[in-house]
C-alpha cells in the first residue's frame, strides 16, 4: 500500500489530502502537524476550517484512510510520498523583508525529513514557495541523506477557498514539476498515478521543477492583476459616470479576456496573492528585473488604494467624520463561504475607519470574535506564522463590538459597509435596517452585491464601487 503523509493540516494540506484519500482508498494517507489544537480540530467534529463539503468527505474516510496526527516524525518516516504544506509568511526582518519568502518551517521540515528517513522519497512542494526553493531543499536532504535517494516534486495546489472541494474533484489542470532525470521522471509518473485516479490524463501538465515554481505565482499575478485591472477601472467609472458591472460585462464576453475574475471589490484578499506577488516581485529584483517587479508591485500598489478609497468614500460621505459613529461591518472573511480572513480587506478597511474614532459593529457568520479582535491588532504578516506563534493576547478595543446578526449590528448605526459577498446579505430586509439607523443612513457596499435603486427608494444614500454615484457623494472627495 502507497503511504502518503503531508506536513502541514492547513487550508492547503487538509482538504487536498482528504480528497485523495477519498478517491484513492488503496492509499494511506496521514496529515501532520506540530499544532495540537489544529489536529484535535481534523479529529473532530468541528473541523478547522470551513469549507463546504468537506465535512463529508472527511467524515468518509477518516480513520479508514486517512489520519489526522502530531506524530510527525513517525507518519514522515513511514511514507513513500511526503507533501509539504506548511507556512511560508512573509519576512518581516533582514534581507528581503516585506517581500521574500520566510522559508525557516520549510527548512525545518526538509531536515526533519533527512533526520528521520529510513528509505526512499518522493518530497513534494505543496505549499507556494519561491522559484528555486526545491534545490534548496535538494540540497538539505542530500547533504544529510545517509544514503537515502530523495526526489523533489513541485506539485503546487490551484484550489480556492470556499470552492476547495469542487476544485480538487474538477480541476483545471494539475501541474507536477520535477527534475528532467530518470530518477525524477519516474517520481513524475508516481505522483501522477495517484491523482489519474480521478484527473483525465489530458489535464496532467509536467514540466521542470522550475516551471512548475514560477507557474503557480505567475497564476495567482495573472488573477490578481485582473481584479486590480477593474478596479482602476471602477475608480474611472465613479468618476466618469460609467458603470463598471457594465464595462466588465462587455469587456469579458470578448473571448480572447474571458468573464471571470472581473468583479470590482473593495479589493482582494486571501492568504495567496499578495504574498505570492511579494515573492514574485522580490524574485525579479534579485535577478536585476527592477522594470518587471514594478510592473507587479503596481498590482499591490491598486489594490491598497482601493481599500483606502473605500474608506476615504466612507469618512468623507459622512460629514468628514465617523468620529464617536456606529458603523456597521457586515462580512469580515476575505471571500463568502470560507471563515478565512487572511489579508482580507475587512481588515484595513476597519482599521481605517478605527484611525478615524469609528464605533465598529461588525457580523461575519463564519468568523469568530476572538478572530477578528486578534486580526485588527495583528501587526502586518504575523498571520502567516504557525497559530501557536501568534500573538495570543489582542490589545482591548473599546471601539469594537462583534454581534451575531447584520440586524443587530445596524441597529442605530449611521452607515453600513458591506464587505463580503455572503449570500444572507443580498435577503436581508433593507426597509428594517434603515427604519433602525439613523439618519442619513448610508450603505457603502463594497462587493456590488445590493440593487442601489431599491435601496434608494427606502432611503439610503448608497455608494456601490465603481456605479454611477449618488448626488450626495458626488461633490465629496474620494482620493487620499
Ligand atoms: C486564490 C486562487 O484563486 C487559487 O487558484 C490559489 O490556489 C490560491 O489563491 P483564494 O485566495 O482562495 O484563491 O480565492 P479567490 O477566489 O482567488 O479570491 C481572492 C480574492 O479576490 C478574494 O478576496 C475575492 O473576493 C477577490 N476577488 C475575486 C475579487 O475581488 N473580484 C473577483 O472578480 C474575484
Ligand atoms: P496553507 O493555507 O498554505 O495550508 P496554513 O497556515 O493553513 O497554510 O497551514 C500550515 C500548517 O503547517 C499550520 O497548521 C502549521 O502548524 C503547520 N506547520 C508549520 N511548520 C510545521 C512543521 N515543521 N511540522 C509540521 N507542521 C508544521
Not at 255 to 268: P, Q, W
Not at 306 to 327: D, L
Amino acid at each position: 500500500m502507497v503511504k502518503i503523509c503531508c506536513i502541514g493540516a492547513g487550508y492547503v494540506g487538509g482538504p487536498t489530502m482528504a480528497v485523495i484519500a477519498f478517491k484513492c482508498p488503496a492509499i494511506e494517507v496521514a496529515v501532520v502537524d506540530i499544532s495540537f489544537a489544529r489536529i484535535t480540530a481534523w479529529n473532530s467534529d468541528q473541523l478547522p476550517i470551513y469549507e463546504p463539503g468537506l465535512e463529508d468527505i472527511v467524515k468518509q474516510c477518516r480513520g479508514k484512510n486517512l489520519f489526522f496526527s502530531t506524530e510527525v516524525e513517525k507518519h514522515v518516516s513511514e511514507a513513500d510520498i511526503i507533501f509539504v504544506s506548511v507556512n511560508t509568511p512573509t519576512k518581516t526582518r533582514g534581507l528581503g523583508a516585506g517581500k521574500a519568502a520566510d522559508l525557516t518551517y520549510w527548512e525545518s521540515a526538509a531536515r526533519m525529513i533527512a533526520d528521520v528517513s529510513k528509505n526512499d522519497k518522493i518530497v513534494v512542494e505543496k505549499s507556494t514557495v519561491p522559484v528555486k526553493t526545491a534545490e534548496a531543499i535538494e540540497k538539505i536532504l542530500t547533504h544529510n541523506s545517509n544514503g537515502i535517494k530523495y526526489q523533489i516534486l513541485s506539485n503546487p495546489e490551484f484550489l480556492a477557498e470556499g470552492t476547495a472541494i469542487q476544485d480538487l474533484f474538477n480541476p483545471d489542470r494539475i501541474l507536477i514539476g520535477g527534475r528532467e532525470t530518470p530518477g525524477g521522471q519516474k517520481a513524475i509518473q508516481a505522483l501522477k498515478e495517484v491523482y489519474a485516479h480521478w484527473v483525465p490524463e489530458d489535464r496532467i501538465i509536467c514540466t521542470n521543477l522550475w516551471s512548475a515554481e514560477l507557474s503557480k505565482l505567475a497564476a495567482n499575478a495573472f488573477l490578481a492583476q485582473r481584479i486590480s485591472s477593474v478596479n482602476a477601472m471602477s475608480a474611472l467609472c465613479e468618476a466618469t459616470g460609467a458603470d463598471v458591472t457594465q464595462v466588465s460585462h462587455a469587456v469579458g464576453k470578448d473571448t480572447r479576456v474571458g468573464s471571470k475574475f472581473l468583479n470590482a471589490s473593495v479589493g482582494f484578499g486571501g492568504s495567496c496573492f499578495q504574498k505570492d506577488i511579494l515573492s514574485l516581485v522580490y524574485i525579479c529584483e534579485c535577478n536585476g528585473l527592477k522594470e518587471v517587479a514594478n510592473y507587479w508591485k503596481q498590482v499591490i500598489q491598486v489594490n491598497d488604494y482601493q481599500k483606502n478609497r473605500f474608506v476615504n468614500r466612507v469618512v468623507s460621505s459622512m460629514f468628514n467624520t465617523v468620529s464617536g459613529k456606529k458603523i456597521a461591518i457586515l462580512g469580515f472573511a476575505f471571500k463568502k463561504d470560507t471563515g478565512d480572513t487572511r489579508e482580507t480587506p475587512a481588515i484595513d478597511v476597519c482599521k481605517g475607519l478605527l484611525g478615524d474614532n469609528a464605533n465598529l459593529s461588525i457580523y461575519d457568520p463564519q468568523v469568530t470574535e476572538d478572530q477578528i479582535r486578534k486580526d485588527l491588532s495583528m501587526k502586518k504578516f504575523d498571520w502567516d506564522n504557525p497559530i501557536h506563534l501568534q500573538p495570543m493576547s489582542p490589545t482591548v478595543m473599546k471601539q469594537l463590538n462583534v454581534v451575531w446578526d447584520a440586524y443587530a449590528a445596524t441597529k442605530g448605526a449611521h452607515g453600513l459597509c458591506l464587505l463580503t459577498e455572503w449570500d444572507e446579505f443580498k435577503t436581508l430586509d433593507f426597509k428594517k435596517i434603515y427604519d433602525n439607523m439613523q439618519k442619513p443612513a448610508f450603505v457603502f457596499d463594497g462587493r456590488n452585491i445590493v440593487d442601489e435603486q431599491k435601496l434608494r427608494e427606502i432611503g439610503f444614500i448608497v455608494y456601490s464601487i465603481g456605479k454611477p454615484l449618488d448626488g450626495w457623494l458626488k461633490d465629496m472627495p474620494a482620493v487620499a
